[in-house]
């Protein structure tokens, strides 16, 4: 028997029942570990601005107009504009810190709006080093939004198209920050809209999350599950689902051979 052959075959037989991230791409996840810093604010859990425990830490110095949680999340009226915003901390800390930039971390959140119109801003990313990262905005158009990355010096720079989010549908919102390249992936519901991207200032390691501000408008806001954290490790399969795996090859094999 040559078992270089049957290796290949195996392998080929086997290789479909693999599953990989690519096979399946989706936005990656934030994961809140106990020895990485983050911000974790479930509106529906923390019925407040204050988070209690856990990652991140209220920011009122941030506050303008009246920022509001009921009925499980937060509110933001843009004819005011409101903003409210919050710092990246270590588990139960109350002192801000910023994101490392030797792993990914991923910011994400939940969004929906009325469908008015106007420029006010939906969420700026901020750095520990100094500057802006990002920021996404209204057009001005109804359920229209842009996303400013930068040119890395800090002059911010539209990133893509405009790019839609209809009205009173929740979106999940989320950015990615690739530590091996250094540079920004934006995610709108799952879907890749813009990457490879630069931040605004040049630094990464984010330290606050703003959200609402900017121009007036007639957008209001509604945000939850606000979350910022190390990216979450690709599940790998056990041992024991690797064996079936490789077992289930190998009778595919013996069963051609049999056939012939």
Partial sequence: MNTRNFGIKLAALTAPMMLTASAFAAAPVASLSDTEPGI????SVDSSLAVTGDWGVYNSGLDVGT?????????????NPDRTGFNVTNKSSASAVGMGTSSDWVASFEYSHNGGTGSGSVVEY??????????????????NFILFGGNGSGSYAQIGGVFS?????????????????????????????????????GNYDLNIAVIGGGSSSSINGVFDNLRVGVIA????????????????????????????
């Fill in 67 to 79: 920022p509001t949680v009921a009925g499980g999340v937060l509110s933001l009226s843009g004819a």
């Fill in 165 to 201: 989010m209809s009205s009173s549908v929740s979106h999940d919102i989320t950015i990615h920050y690739q530590s091996s390249s250094g540079f920004l992936d934006f995610y709108l519901d799952d879907a890749l809209v813009a990457d490879d991207f630069v931040s605004r200032s």
């Fill in 126 to 143: 901020s750095a520990a080093s100094g500057g802006d990262i990002l920021r996404i905005t209204g057009t001005g158009d109804a359920n």
């Fill in 233 to 260: 490790a690709p599940t790998i399969p056990e041992p024991a689902t690797a064996g079936l795996l490789m077992a289930s090859g190998a009778m595919l094999l013996n069963r051609r051979r049999s056939q012939r």
């Fill in 40 to 43: 974790l604010h479930e509106f």
